[in-house]
C-alpha cells in the first residue's frame, strides 16, 4: 500500500485541488482518500485499475465536500502541478506572459463558474487525460452520460470564455 501511495498521492492531490481550490482542503481529500483505501483495500476486486478506484474515491470525497461547503475558489491549473502544466515559458516575452496570465485567469473563471459535477469531468477529462470509461467508472455514471455531460461542460465554458476573450482584445 505504501508504494501505491507514493505512486499516485501527487496525482490525487492535484486533482483534488483543481477540484476544491484550496491547498489545505486538497491535503485533507487526499488524506482521506487513502485512508478509505487502506480501509476498503479489501474491498478492491481488481475490475478496475487501482488507480481508477482511488480516483473515485477522491473524486466523491471533493464533490461531497463542495456539496457541504458553500463557494469555494478553484486554484489555477498549474498550482501544485507538473512542470508540463505550466502555461508561460520563461523564455516567452513579458508581453506575451502577461496575455497567457490572463487567459488562465479568464479560464479560472469560468471553470469556478461550472458546478461541481461539470467541473469534476472536465478535470479528470482534460487535465488528468483519463478516458470516456475510467471518468464513467470514477463518478458511477454511464460513459455516454460522461461524453454528454463533458460536451454540455465544454459548451458551458465556451459561452463562458468568449465574451471575456472578446473583451480582452478589444482591451
Not at 11 to 16: A, D, I, M, Q
Not at 106 to 130: C, H
Request: with cysteine.
Amino acid at each position: 500500500f505504501n508504494a501505491l501511495v507514493v505512486a499516485y498521492q501527487d496525482r490525487v492531490y492535484n486533482t483534488c485541488l483543481r477540484m476544491c481550490g484550496n491547498p489545505a482542503d486538497a491535503e485533507d481529500y487526499t488524506q482521506e482518500a487513502m485512508i478509505k483505501a487502506l480501509e476498503s483495500l479489501h474491498r478492491f476486486d481488481g475490475r478496475s485499475r487501482f488507480y481508477t478506484w482511488l480516483y473515485r474515491i477522491a473524486v466523491n470525497l471533493v464533490l461531497s465536500g463542495r456539496r457541504r461547503a458553500s463557494t469555494v475558489r478553484m486554484r489555477g491549473l498549474d498550482d501544485g502541478g507538473s512542470d508540463s502544466s505550466r502555461l508561460e515559458s520563461a523564455d516567452a516575452p513579458t508581453a506575451m506572459q502577461a496575455a497567457r496570465r490572463e487567459e488562465h485567469r479568464l479560464v479560472l473563471a469560468a471553470m469556478e463558474e461550472l458546478d461541481a459535477d461539470a467541473r469534476a469531468i472536465v478535470v479528470l477529462r482534460d487535465v488528468e487525460s483519463l478516458d470516456y470509461a475510467e471518468i464513467a467508472e470514477v463518478l458511477s455514471i454511464a460513459p455516454g452520460t460522461v461524453k454528454s455531460r463533458l460536451h454540455r461542460a465544454r459548451m458551458a465554458l465556451r459561452e463562458k470564455l468568449l465574451p471575456m476573450l472578446s473583451a480582452t482584445e478589444q482591451s
